[in-house]
């Protein structure tokens, strides 16, 4: 069966360090998205990407960087862990702009930046 | 700007008793889609439905129900005879037309009590 995975599921990091985490979907999706979960925030949207070589910066995009170098991944990337992003943080893909199809979320991962 | 407000930050009842979520939403778009996610306490987002603006039915699904009012901005979600399973934090999402982004309302924890 076709689905998305996220690795690692949890993450204990130290401030400044540079953290990737890793998204990869099987369902050969084009559109690809990262989000942070918090707690009175609900998902906020980090970087998404409509295909390869295509990323864009979402709501909160500062301090993470994404590339698109194939089809099946999209790594998000902490440049400098700080501890404003400790959160869980959720990939996403869906298979296409017309109709709106619904997306598919991986399991999540927990990331504390201490 | 799109916006997302779940004004119920939780939700307790007791099993078998009714229960309205509500979902209000800003947007200046004419067309655009509205979604409904269940997260459950292992984390995973569930997908629950889509609807776009187009098509103010409502809709049932077993226990669970939605009813969309464009006049009123507002897609809320009810469930009938609640369960514990039903306990989760539940979000409702508002997607602009062609980008598949979700726009997040902060969620509302529903915690169903035997």
């Known amino acids: 069966d076709a689905e998305i995975t996220q690795s690692p599921r949890h993450k204990i990091t130290e401030t400044g360090r540079q953290v990737t985490l890793a998204c990869h979907q099987t369902w050969n999706h084009n559109n690809m998205f990262w989000y942070r979960q918090d707690l009175g925030h609900g998902l906020r949207l980090i970087h998404y990407?409509?295909?390869?070589?295509?990323?864009n910066k979402g709501e909160v995009s500062d301090g993470y960087s994404v590339s698109r170098s194939n089809t099946e991944d999209l790594p998000l990337t902490l440049e400098s862990a700080a501890s404003s992003q400790t959160s869980v943080y959720f990939c996403?893909?869906?298979?296409?702009?017309?109709?709106?199809?619904?997306?598919?979320f991986g399991q999540g991962t927990r990331l504390t930046v201490v | 700007a799109q916006k997302v407000t779940q004004a119920q930050t939780e939700i307790s009842v007791v099993e078998k008793e009714d229960v309205t979520l509500d979902c209000v939403y800003e947007t200046r778009d004419t067309t655009y889609y509205l979604f409904w996610y269940k997260q459950p306490p292992s984390g995973e987002l569930v997908f629950l439905i889509r609807r776009n603006s187009f098509d103010e039915q409502n809709e049932i699904s077993g226990r669970y129900s939605w009813n969309f009012q464009k006049s009123t901005s507002s897609f809320n979600f009810t469930i009938t005879a609640s369960q514990v399973v039903d306990s989760a934090v539940y979000f409702c999402?508002?997607?602009?037309?062609?980008?598949?982004?979700?726009?997040f309302g902060t969620g509302t924890r529903l915690q169903v009590f035997p």
């Open positions: 999402a508002l997607s602009e037309l062609n980008t598949d982004k979700l726009i």
């Open positions: 990407s409509y295909g390869v070589q295509d990323t």
């Open positions: 996403a893909s869906s298979e296409a702009t017309m109709g709106q199809e619904k997306a598919f």
